[in-house]
């Protein structure tokens, strides 16, 4: 401390207004979200797994899927969620609703990643048992765009992200063996069939990026399209994949990480967070990570707020996705 109080003494003032300038930048971007109020929206009684949020293209919502096959929008706090949609065609309410029972999925659907098309303002659904779906601004039912690729079915449809530019859908099949509710046996025998996929809704056609991976599951675009990520859960890591320049149509290791990643979110400067978990090592102490475009970490969230599966930012604020809470954290 003394050398430090030395060092700024022999400063002229305007070097100390530099420097002390970006210590302030330097702090405020290491502290950005590690003193934020904690919020629970819960969902309506009954209601819970709310894996992945989206924002429609008025910037409303969240919007969030649920165990038992529907898709909510958040009003406000005085009038909560209301249902938005449904993913199967089958669902019975009197069946299906409140519903936790993974073996239920099947007939009741499980939508998990959503994001708006901002130019259409349709929402892409991932449900993982009936493919990959779309919806119209006013909700309803669901039309499902496609169930398999290269011939092969799709048995875990997991998470996606849109090109805004070009419509162009990327998305996950997480195994081409297990569906979600044998995602326990899938991770436990080390599953390499996973599939990064994309969609275009000009040709209607399904093309696999990449195959053999290791339980893939978050998707995310960087802000200029020039990369898809795609995490891999069992390998605990981030995996690129390039769509333009030399690299084009080739993939590497964008991060290895400590723990076991699901979603994975870009925020509107660039930069990604990964929702972690333990790997199943009790012992393992992990939190979500902001990465930025080179994937080196440049934040973790301090606060304990449970087994995240998604954080999502937007506002100054982080909205918190949960596999079996009744809940949508917020961060503001």
């Excluded at 924002?55 to 899927?65: A, I, K, L, Q, W």
């Excluded at 040709?203 to 290791?214: A, E, Q």
């Excluded at 979603?263 to 978990?277: D, H, K, L, P, S």
Aim: positive net charge; charged residues 20%.
């Amino acid at each position: 401390m003394r050398i430090f109080m030395l060092f700024l003494s022999t400063m002229k003032f305007s070097q100390f207004f530099m420097f002390s300038s970006f210590l302030i930048s330097f702090f405020k971007c290491v502290i950005s979200h590690q003193s934020l109020k904690y919020e629970k929206l819960e969902l309506p009684m009954g209601v819970s797994g709310p894996e992945s949020t989206a924002f429609d293209c008025n910037g409303h919502g969240p919007y969030t899927g649920t165990s038992d096959g529907r898709i909510f929008k958040w009003q406000n706090s005085t009038h909560g969620w209301k249902e938005f949609a449904i993913t199967s065609p089958f669902r019975i309410p009197k069946f299906c609703d409140g519903s936790i029972n993974s073996a239920m999925e099947q007939i009741c659907g499980r939508p998990l990643g959503l994001k708006f098309n901002e130019v259409t303002c349709e929402l892409y659904i991932a449900d993982a048992y009936f493919g990959l779906m779309v919806v119209g601004r006013n909700g309803g039912v669901a039309k499902q765009l496609a169930i398999s690729a290269e011939g092969v079915p799709f048995r875990f449809t997991n998470a996606l992200d849109i090109n805004q530019n070009t419509g162009v859908v990327y998305f996950t099949d997480t195994s081409t063996i297990f569906q979600r509710w044998a995602y326990a046996i899938a991770m436990q025998i080390g599953d390499k069939t996973g599939r990064l996929l994309k969609y275009d809704p000009r040709t209607k056609k399904v093309m696999v990026l990449l195959r053999g991976l290791s339980f893939s599951n978050g998707v995310a675009l960087n802000k200029d399209n020039d990369f898809v990520l795609v995490t891999e859960t069992t390998a605990a890591k981030v995996t690129r994949y390039w769509l333009r320049g030399q690299n084009s149509q080739s993939s590497d290791t964008f991060t290895q990480l400590t723990g076991c990643p699901d979603n994975i979110q870009r925020n509107t400067r660039g930069e990604f967070w990964v929702a972690q978990n333990n790997c199943g090592i009790p012992e393992l102490k992990v939190k979500p990570i902001k990465l930025n475009e080179q994937g080196k970490i440049v934040e973790e969230l301090s606060q304990d707020v449970g087994p995240i599966s998604e954080v999502q930012e937007k506002n100054n604020s982080l909205w918190l996705g949960y596999v079996i809470y009744s809940y949508v954290g917020l961060l503001s």
